[in-house]
T-cell receptor
Framework: NAGVTQTPKFRVLKTGQSMTLLCAQD?????MYWYRQDPGMGLRLIHY???????AKGEVPDGYNVSRLKKQNFLLGLESAAPSQTSVYFC?????????????FGDGTRLSIL | DQQVKQNSPSLSVQEGRISILNCDYT??????FLWYKKYPAEGPTFLIS?????DKNEDGRFTVFLNKSAKHLSLHIVPSQPGDSAVYFC?????????????FGQGTRLTINP
């Protein structure tokens, strides 16, 4: 049971390049999230989705776009990468059940922008 | 505006002793609190949670305490083991938050010394 899988694990980009980070979950979860983690700042929410075909902005959405064309996949795009986007990116998912449930995280994508 | 704060970036504890990690929050609308554990090069993994209707929750060696009047929660690990060495994040969300979006603290690096 893979849980939440993030692709790629590492990537180095030049300023201005574009790329897409892929998150896939096999738990049939409705909710999916993208976070970034920077030193001393914890995890901050970039975008999230409450179901297939829906997306919404989180705390730090500028410079990123997302798509949720299939329930199991949540894509994070950088159209024109900037050095400030150097970070570790985590994807998470959660079932839309009644009551409180924890989010399940992937192992992250380490992205460096030169 | 840091709504969830972990004021100790690091903590060092001797094996077998108690580890106490602290977290403060400012938003009185938060009603569900979680602790995540993170090893290097891995994603955060859920450890334990507590609802605002309780003031204590135990799971084996881990106990979380919630003091709503002080807007403070703590994680107690007893006895501490070398495998507990990791970064610990506290997180919170409120029913007001669509999709149960989490707000994370900055993390505390716990080191258990043999």
């Amino acid at each position: 049971n893979a849980g939440v899988t993030q692709t790629p694990k590492f990537r180095v980009l030049k300023t201005g390049q574009s790329m897409t980070l892929l998150c896939a979950q096999d738990m049939n979860h409705e909710y999916m999230y993208w976070y970034r983690q920077d030193p001393g700042m914890g995890l901050r929410l970039i975008h999230y989705s409450v179901g297939e075909g829906t997306t919404a902005k989180g705390e730090v959405p500028d410079g990123y776009n997302v798509s949720r064309l299939k329930k199991q996949n949540f894509l994070l795009g950088l159209e024109s990468a900037a050095p400030s986007q150097t970070s570790v990116y985590f994807c998470a998912s959660k079932g839309a059940v009644v009551g409180n449930q924890p989010q399940h995280f992937g192992d992250g994508t380490r992205l460096s922008i030169l | 505006d840091q709504q969830v704060k972990q004021n100790s970036p690091s903590l060092s504890v001797q094996e077998g002793r108690i580890s106490i990690l602290n977290c403060d929050y400012t938003n009185s609308m938060f009603d569900y609190f979680l602790w995540y554990k993170k090893y290097p090069a891995e994603g955060p993994t859920f450890l334990i949670s507590i609802s605002s209707i309780k003031d204590k929750n135990e799971d084996g060696r881990f106990t979380v305490f919630l003091n709503k009047s002080a807007k403070h929660l703590s994680l107690h690990i007893v006895p501490s083991q070398p495998g507990d060495s990791a970064v610990y994040f506290c997180a919170a969300h409120g029913s007001f938050s669509g999709a149960q979006k989490l707000v994370f603290g900055q993390g505390t690096r716990l080191t258990i010394n043999p």
